[in-house]
């Protein structure tokens, strides 16, 4: 049985159109064949399996031309060959695959900086050859292409040092070696390279344990050699490291339903086989449930990445042959479609 299967199964439940429309287990296959379901278009205009192709053969649809012009499904070459179409230049500004040779060769087009900011082919050499440039500083400061050498060796910028302590090229090393400079620790318990062992030595800083429970780094067995640590169950139920088997086998945790339903380690055939259990199934319908689709997507997006690694133009830090690389890339894809969902 696939995922919308399981959907059409449990019609009764209150699925979330709006964000099953996005979930990239759903395809246009789905949607032609269910016309009678309330599918939200904004919402599949930003689905990782819709292409120009599919565009371009229902052109009855109400396509929302922001969310095509970001879905990385995009390129310029599909946007030049269809000039009568009402894209968006903010959406293509921050669309992996809208290069900087792009953006120059068209600089007479409406280019929105903060999209460019964050947009992974942008690197510090590109920024540091354009400065009249309206760059988002905030936005750099995240920048995965943005290493701690070029902030030590650029102090006049206008670097936010909130962004930089989540920056994943920032290590303990680094915060540790620099006390003097206005790191924040509420935004660092965020950082993928955070440890306990680190906050454990660091027990003065006002640590955020909300973002400390979802951290990547914090496994199961670190929460229970730990007891006494101010836990937040909320965001421990959405850690990708608490799989279903834990949740099972330590039923006296106060876990919360509606983070375990955000967790991409719980899969549908779990919920299926436990309808007893408190779903919440707006967060149900966003859950990727580690799909195929998604990964395979995650998978076809690396590998154009590797491409571009090899021509030189991304470096050696969005390789996704390290597992430096392999985070950014899945970032790139996640990140803006979770903060939507949120």
């Keep these: 049985m696939s995922f919308f299967q399981f959907v059409l199964e449990n019609s009764g439940k209150p699925w979330n159109w709006e964000l099953l429309s996005a979930n990239p287990n759903i395809t246009m296959k789905n949607v032609t064949a269910n016309p009678d379901k309330p599918w939200d278009w904004y919402w599949l205009s930003q689905n990782p399996n819709i292409t120009m192709e599919i565009v371009a053969a229902n052109p009855d649809k109400p396509w929302k031309w922001y969310e095509l012009s970001r879905n990385p499904n995009i390129t ?49 050499e590109i920024v540091a050859a354009n400065p009249e440039k309206p760059w988002s500083w905030y936005w750099l400061s995240k920048h995965p292409n943005i290493t701690w050498e070029i902030v030590a060796a650029n102090p006049d910028k206008p670097w936010n040092w909130s962004c930089l302590s989540t920056n994943p090229n920032i290590t303990m090393e680094i915060v540790a070696a620099n006390p003097d400079k206005p790191w924040s620790w509420y935004w660092f318990s965020r950082n993928p390279n955070i ?129 430096l690389g392999r985070y950014l890339v899945m970032s790139v894809i996640e990140e803006d479609d979770e903060n939507e969902a949120g």
């Design 76 to 124: 310029m070459e599909i946007v030049a060959a269809n000039p009568d179409k009402p894209w968006h230049w903010g959406g293509l500004s921050m669309n992996p695959s809208i290069t900087w040779e792009i953006v120059a060769a068209n600089p007479e087009k409406p280019w929105d900086w903060g999209g460019l900011s964050m947009n992974p082919r942008i690197t510090w």
């Design 195 to 323: 440890t306990l062992e680190f906050v454990a030595a660091n027990p003065e800083k006002p640590w955020n344990w909300e973002w400390l429970s979802s951290n990547p780094n914090i496994t199961w067995e670190i929460v229970t050699a730990n007891p006494d640590k101010p836990w937040s169950w909320c965001e421990l139920s959405r850690n990708p490291n608490i799989t279903w088997e834990i949740v099972a086998a330590n039923p006296d945790k106060p876990w919360k339903w509606a983070f375990l339903s955000m967790n991409p380690s719980i899969t549908w055939q779990f919920v299926a086989a436990n309808p007893d259990k408190s779903w919440d199934w707006r967060w149900l319908s966003a859950n990727k449930f580690n799909s195929p689709i998604t990964e395979a997507f995650k998978k076809k997006k690396a590998k154009e990445v590797a491409d571009l690694c090899r021509e030189g133009i991304m470096k050696y830090c969005w390789n996704p042959e390290r597992p």
